[in-house]
T-cell receptor
Framework: DAGVTQSPTHLIKTRGQQVTLRCSPK?????VSWYQQALGQGPQFIFQ???????QRGNFPDRFSGHQFPNYSSELNVNALLLGDSALYLC??????????????FGNGTRLTVT | GIQVEQSPPDLILQEGANSTLRCNFS?????LQWFHQNPWGQLINLFY???GTKQNGRLSATTVATERYSLLYISSSQTTDSGVYFC?????????FGGGTRLMVKP
C-alpha cells in the first residue's frame, strides 16, 4: 500500500520563474493538503483540495495555486518565485469523515531552492 | 486561529533516559497529531490523539482536551529518537503546527 508520494524530491529555480510540484495521495484518501516548511519552523498550511475544489486556504498570496485531478492527485503551482519561497513543500492526504479530516499522512516533501 | 505552543524547545538526553514533551493549544480541537521529523525532513505519524491515552512501544501520548494540552512520553530513549517532534491540531480542516521540540539523544 503506497503512502503519499511527491515529486520531484529536489528542485532549483531562479527568481521570477514558475514551478509545479506533484503529489499522489495514500490509497483510499480523497483529500490533499499542501504545507510550506521554512528552515527551522513548523509547517504552514497553504491550502486543501477535496472533490477537485479548493476547500480551505491559509495565508498565502495568489501566486500559490493548486489543482486536484479526478484520481485525487494534486499539483501545487507557484508563480513569480521569490527567494523567500525556498522551503520544504509537504503534501498530506486524508479522507473526509463527518465533515472533518481523518489523520493526515505526509509525503517526504519537495525541497525547493530559489536562487 | 488556534495557537499551539510546545515545550521545551530543545532537549538533550543521554541514551536510556525518559522525557516528556508538552503541547498546549488555545481552543477546542477535533484533531491532534504528534509527528517526528527526521533529519531528512520526513514527517512520521506517531499518534492521532484528540483525546485520551495511547501507547506504541516506548512512546505514549495523553491528551486532556478539556484542559487543552497533550503530552508525549518517550521512555528508554535511543539515538534514533533524535529529531524534531511536532504537535499539530485542528478545529476543522487545517492543521496548525507548534514550533516543535528539537530532541538530541547522545550515546
Amino acid at each position: 500500500d503506497a503512502g503519499v508520494t511527491q515529486s520531484p524530491t529536489h528542485l532549483i529555480k531562479t527568481r521570477g520563474q514558475q514551478v509545479t510540484l506533484r503529489c499522489s495521495p495514500k490509497s483510499g484518501h480523497d483529500t490533499v493538503s499542501w504545507y510550506q516548511q521554512a528552515l527551522g519552523q513548523g509547517p504552514q498550511f497553504i491550502f486543501q483540495y477535496y472533490e477537485e475544489e479548493e476547500r480551505q486556504r491559509g495565508n498565502f498570496p495568489d501566486r500559490f495555486s493548486g489543482h486536484q485531478f479526478p484520481n485525487y492527485s494534486s499539483e501545487l503551482n507557484v508563480n513569480a518565485l521569490l527567494l523567500g519561497d525556498s522551503a520544504l513543500y509537504l503534501c498530506a492526504s486524508s479522507s473526509i469523515y463527518r465533515g472533518y479530516n481523518s489523520p493526515l499522512h505526509f509525503g517526504n516533501g519537495t525541497r525547493l531552492t530559489v536562487t | 486561529g488556534i495557537q499551539v505552543e510546545q515545550s521545551p524547545p530543545d532537549l538533550i538526553l543521554q541514551e536510556g533516559a525518559n522525557s516528556t514533551l508538552r503541547c498546549n493549544f488555545s481552543d477546542s480541537v477535533n484533531n491532534l497529531q504528534w509527528f517526528h521529523q527526521n533529519p531528512w525532513g520526513q514527517l512520521i505519524n506517531l499518534f492521532y490523539i484528540p483525546s485520551g491515552t495511547k501507547q506504541n512501544g516506548r512512546l505514549s501520548a495523553t491528551t486532556v482536551a478539556t484542559e487543552r494540552y497533550s503530552l508525549l512520553y518517550i521512555s528508554s530513549s535511543q539515538t534514533t529518537d533524535s529529531g524534531v517532534y511536532f504537535c499539530a491540531v485542528s478545529a476543522g480542516n487545517m492543521l496548525t503546527f507548534g514550533g516543535g521540540t528539537r530532541l538530541m539523544v547522545k550515546p
